[in-house]
């Protein structure tokens, strides 16, 4: 790397730890747990931490599962193993979940945002699991952190290298977990996620596009879209996404704001709009149909009023499951919860 271009990276670098100084309020919606308005969104679970209670894992008669995935309760978790890294997490089992790998069971997963954690977030699910149209395996991760030049930046998102990506190995570890342990409807793995968080979805549906049947984020971004890569100024330099190579055609729920979804990273302005309508063409391109749904009169990043809530986002992920090829909805979208939404057919 030259010596200018080692500048620009700490220049860079000091302007997002100038931004975190400020906070990193900006990147939590304030009504991000209201977004599955038809709920119950309390997210009443466990969370006295107590991962070493006596689970009773009468798992397969060789006990062969993942490390740390007989441990795992309903509630928080803390200290799942991945490789050298421990993460903590929210786990939701649906009613009739039990130790049995004959069981049948989709599973979301839900990312939460920059500079915020699992306990901000797992609201988005905690109440939904367990409804009547699909209910699923739930788990909203906490992030460990992601250090880039000396700045946390939450998810390692930017320059991913599938092989080592610490994201990809705990989707990877607690898939693994959860088809040994409860038995998984491989028709029906998901992924959603807010800000940041939708941005990680995204990179799974990019590097693990044969495994998820169909996605669905808030103000999300693909960075193996070079367009998306140019609107990011100096930023541009230190993002880089391996090519999607799967066959998968899986549909995906965009959602996002108007002109006011917008974070200042003081380096540079993340504009989620141009995201949205770059992603839109990108995917279609690819072969995949997209929902694209937009608040243009969203008052800033983070203001999901009038987005489909994420109990429709269940309803999107149990009409796409793995192999659907050509949408159900391509005809007319449903008529409660997408009134600001399009579809917009693949190519």
């Known amino acids: 790397m030259t010596r200018f271009s080692w500048i620009a990276l700490l220049c860079i670098c000091a302007g997002l730890a100038l931004a975190f100084a400020a906070g990193c309020d900006d990147d939590e919606p304030g009504d991000a747990p209201d ?9 009443d679970t466990d969370t006295d931490g107590d991962t070493d209670s006596d689970t009773d894992s009468d798992t397969d008669s060789d006990g062969d599962l993942p490390p740390g995935c007989a441990e795992l309760v309903d509630g928080w978790n803390e200290g799942y193993p991945v490789g050298e890294e421990f993460y903590d997490l929210y786990l939701h089992l649906p009613e009739g979940a039990e130790d ?5 069971w989709a599973v979301v997963f839900n990312w939460h945002s920059l500079g915020t954690g699992a306990s901000d977030f797992d609201n988005m699910i905690s109440g939904i699991y367990d409804n009547d149209e699909m209910p699923f395996i739930g788990v909203t991760p906490d992030s460990n952190g992601h250090v880039m030049m000396s700045v946390d930046m939450t998810w390692d998102v930017f320059q991913v290298n599938p092989e080592a990506n610490g994201e990809i190995a705990l989707f990877d570890s607690l898939l693994e977990c959860f088809e040994a342990r409860f038995g998984v409807d491989e028709d ?3 992924s959603m996620g807010f800000s940041l968080g939708g941005i990680l979805t995204d990179m799974l549906a990019t590097t693990r596009g044969d495994v998820l049947a169909s996605v669905a984020t808030y103000s999300g971004g693909y960075f193996s879209n070079e367009t998306n890569v140019g609107t ?5 330099s230190m993002v880089s996404w391996p090519a999607p190579e799967h066959s998968n055609q899986y549909s995906q729920l965009l959602c996002h704001g108007g002109a ?3 974070f200042n990273l003081s380096v540079v302005t993340v504009h989620f709009d141009q995201f949205g309508a770059n992603d839109v063409p990108y995917l279609n391109g690819l072969g995949h149909d997209v929902i694209h749904c937009v608040n243009e009169s969203a008052s ?3 203001d999901l009023s009038g987005l489909p809530s994420t109990m429709n986002f269940v309803d999107f992920f149990a009409a796409h499951p793995m192999g659907t090829v050509d949408s159900p909805w391509a005809s007319g979208l449903p008529s409660s919860g997408f009134g600001l939404c399009d579809f917009n057919a693949k190519d």
């Not at 977004?35 to 997210?43: F, I, L, Q, V």
């Not at 049995?100 to 049948?104: C, H, I, K, L, Q």
């Not at 990011?232 to 541009?236: R, V």
Request: glycine share 14%; aromatic share 0%; proline share 0%.
């Open 260 to 262: 006011n979804d917008t």
């Open 100 to 104: 049995s790998s004959d069981g049948d």
């Open 232 to 236: 990011l100024g100096m930023l541009s």
């Open 300 to 302: 800033q990043h983070g």
């Open 35 to 43: 977004a599955d308005t038809d709920t119950d969104t309390d997210g």
């Open 188 to 190: 029906h793995i998901h």
